[in-house]
C-alpha cells in the first residue's frame, strides 16, 4: 500500500475525490483513522466474492463469524495490477489478497459495481494496517540468527554473469579450471580471462606436461648459454667450450590440450682444443630444427598430477659439422605432481631413436630426470633437477648432472630465469651456466 500512496494515483474514497498522495504524512493517518472508524462502525461489511461472503453482514457491532474455507473455481484466474496467477483448482485465497482486489477497484470479474466504490477506502486502510502490522510482528519473532541474515530475492541470481566476468578479468586463470574450453582452437583463441597460468619447458630439462591455451603463442628462449668441459681420460686431454646464443623454442596452441613447437638453435659456437695434440678446431653456425608436438592427457586445467606425451623429429639442418645428418626422433613422457607443503615435482621420461657416431645404424637412448621446486620469496621460485642420458651405443658413457635454477615472474605473461647444470659423470659438461626469457601473447 506504502508502494500505491507513492505513485500520485488518486484514491476515490480516501481523502476525497482528487485528492493525491502528495499531502502530508500526518493528515494521511489522521484521514485513515476516521474513515476507518467510520466505516467499520456505521456499515456492514459485507463483501461476495463467486458468492462466497468475507464476513458475514450485519449491523455495526455485531460478533465476527468464524471465516469459512475459501477456495478459488478451478480454471479461474486472479487477474489485475497485483493479480496472482492461480497455479490450479484448490487454490485458496488469502483475505490479504481479497483486500488487494477490492481496495485497487476489484480487479477480480466478480466484484461489484457497488464494492469497488463503496469500499474501497475501508479495505484499502485495513490492508494497509495489515501490511505495517505482519511485519512487525515477525520482528519480534524473529531469532538472532535470522535477524542477522539478510534475506536474498528469488528473483536475484547467485552469482550474476558480469560480475563473474568482471571477477574473472581481474584474475587471470581463475575461471580456467571451472570453464570448458574444448570450443577453443588455433583460429578461435581462448579468452585472456580463461587462459591458465603460464607454464614453461625451460629453464629446467625436464618438461611440462602442460599446453599452450588454443589460439596463442609462446616464446621460450636462452639470452646466452655456455657449456664447458675438460676430459683426460684414455691418457689425453681435450677441453671443449660451447656457446649459443638465442636458441630458442617457438610454440603455438593448437587446441585446448595440444600445442604445437618448432626448437631453433640459432647460432652456435664451439671451440675444441686437444692439448696433446697441439691443435684446436673451431665450429660456428646455424644448428639443427626440432618440430615437436605437446598433447596433455590429464591435469591440464586442474588437479594434482599432469600427464602429457611429446612426439618429435630432429631435423639436420645444421652447418660447420655441429651435428650429424640424420633424422632422429623420439617421444618425451612428461608427469607433474603437487606435493604438499608447497612443493612441487616433474618427472619424465624420453625414449630417443639416434644415429651412431659412424652414421651406420639407430640405436636407442633412455633419458630420465625429476625436478623439485618450491617458492623462495615474492615470485621468485627455485628448482633442483637430476637428470640422467643412457645409450646403448657401443662405447657410450652415462651422462649425469644436477641442475640448480630460479625463476622470476615479471608479468603474468613475462618470465626470467637463471641457473646451472653441473656434471656429476665424466661425459657430462662440467658446467653449464645459462640466463634465459620467456613471454606468450
Known sequence: MAENLRRKRVVDGFGGPGQTSSQPAQRRKTHLFFKVWAGLADNPLSLDIQGERLWPGGGGGSARAARPKTRAKQGTTMSGEHGVPAPGAGLTRSIKQRLFDAAHGGSHPAVGERQ??????????????????????????????????????????????????????????????????????????????????????????????????????????????????????????????????????????????????????????????????????????????????????WGNDGGKTAMGVMPFVKIPTNQDGLGNDAVEGGVILPLAIELPLGFSAGLMTEYDFMQNAANSRYHPEFINSLTLGHDLVGKLDGYVEFFSQVSSDDGADWVGTIDLGVTCELTPNLQLDFGVAIGVTPAADDLNPFVGLSFRF
Not at 154 to 165: G, K, L, N
Not at 181 to 205: G, I, W
Not at 236 to 256: F, H, Q
Open 116 to 297: 469497488r466504490k463503496g469500499w474501497a477506502w475501508p479495505l484499502a486502510a485495513l490492508h494497509c494496517c495489515a501490511c505495517l502490522a505482519l511485519p512487525a510482528a515477525a520482528a519480534e519473532t524473529e531469532t538472532p540468527e535470522t535477524a542477522t541474515a539478510p534475506a536474498t530475492p528469488a528473483t536475484v541470481p547467485a552469482a550474476p554473469a558480469a560480475e563473474s566476468r568482471a571477477e574473472a578479468e581481474a584474475s587471470p586463470g581463475a575461471g580456467a579450471a571451472a570453464a570448458d574450453k574444448s570450443q577453443y582452437h588455433l583460429f578461435h583463441p581462448t579468452p585472456r580471462a580463461l587462459m591458465r597460468e603460464m607454464v614453461t619447458d625451460r629453464p629446467d630439462k625436464t618438461e611440462s606436461p602442460y599446453t599452450l591455451d588454443a589460439g596463442h603463442f609462446q616464446v621460450e628462449m636462452d639470452f646466452l648459454t655456455h657449456a664447458r668441459d675438460r676430459d683426460k681420460s684414455n691418457g689425453g686431454d681435450t677441453r671443449v667450450e660451447s656457446s649459443a646464443v638465442m636458441p630458442v623454442n617457438l610454440k603455438v596452441g593448437l587446441l585446448n590440450q595440444v600445442d604445437l613447437q618448432l626448437l631453433l638453435d640459432t647460432w652456435n659456437r664451439v671451440r675444441t682444443e686437444d692439448r696433446v695434440a697441439g691443435t684446436v678446431l673451431h665450429q660456428s653456425g646455424f644448428g639443427d630444427v626440432t618440430p615437436r608436438l605437446k598433447v596433455n592427457l
